[in-house]
């Protein structure tokens, strides 16, 4: 059967355009943050554990625990996560663009994978509208900067408003130029 007209005029939301891959960004974000914040919840540890060379299977990896598997998989998922956003071209919000490093794709948890300072750069701090929001990946270096405080000017920025002066007095001006003579 075909959605009738009717859905619309019921005040429903219009139909997100590709809607099955907004689900899969979004699944890919929920489970990179999964892998990054969660721990390994056993009380020996795999890496822990004294085994016998000889004895262990070929695939499972010697020297990694379960921490730095689990990031480099949630690394892995953001990596993913970008190179769909790329391809489909459907923009990141800017909370989940904040959230991700730039470089090297881990997921920024403050504390955890990140360190996040407020700084202000200029001769003695003098300026306060110069303050700087930063957030440091510990994994690879890279700082993200973000401006802090910013007020703008009301007509700055947002270009030009129909509720404009301009617009007004032209239109009262065509009004009194139309006269009796």
């Not at 899969?24 to 554990?49: C, D, E, K, M």
């Not at 016998?52 to 996560?81: C, F, I, M, V, Y």
């Not at 490093?101 to 994978?113: A, E, F, H, N, Q």
Request: charged letters at 25%; aromatic letters at 4%; a positive charge.
């Amino acid at each position: 059967m075909a959605k009738t007209k009717s859905s619309k005029a019921n005040g429903a939301a219009p139909p997100v355009p590709n809607k099955h891959i907004h689900s899969r960004l979004s699944y890919l974000h929920q489970a990179a943050t999964h892998l990054a914040v969660a721990r390994n919840r056993r009380s020996t540890p795999i890496n822990r554990i004294v085994r016998d060379p000889s004895t262990a299977p070929a695939g499972l990896p010697k020297s990694k625990s379960t921490d730095t598997q689990n990031a480099s998989e949630a690394s892995r998922l953001l990596g993913h996560l970008r190179g769909v956003s790329r391809k489909s071209q459907i923009r990141l919000a800017p909370e989940m663009k904040h959230s991700i490093c730039k470089r090297c794709d881990s997921l920024l948890v403050p504390g955890r994978t990140s360190t996040e300072l407020v700084v202000n750069y200029s001769k003695n701090g003098q300026k306060p509208w110069a303050d700087v929001f930063e957030i440091r990946c510990v994994k690879c270096g890279t700082i993200k900067r973000f401006p802090v405080g910013i007020t703008t000017k009301e007509g700055r920025g947002k270009g030009r408003s129909s509720s404009s002066g301009a617009v007004k007095q032209d239109g009262d001006f065509a009004q009194g130029s139309i006269s009796a003579t």
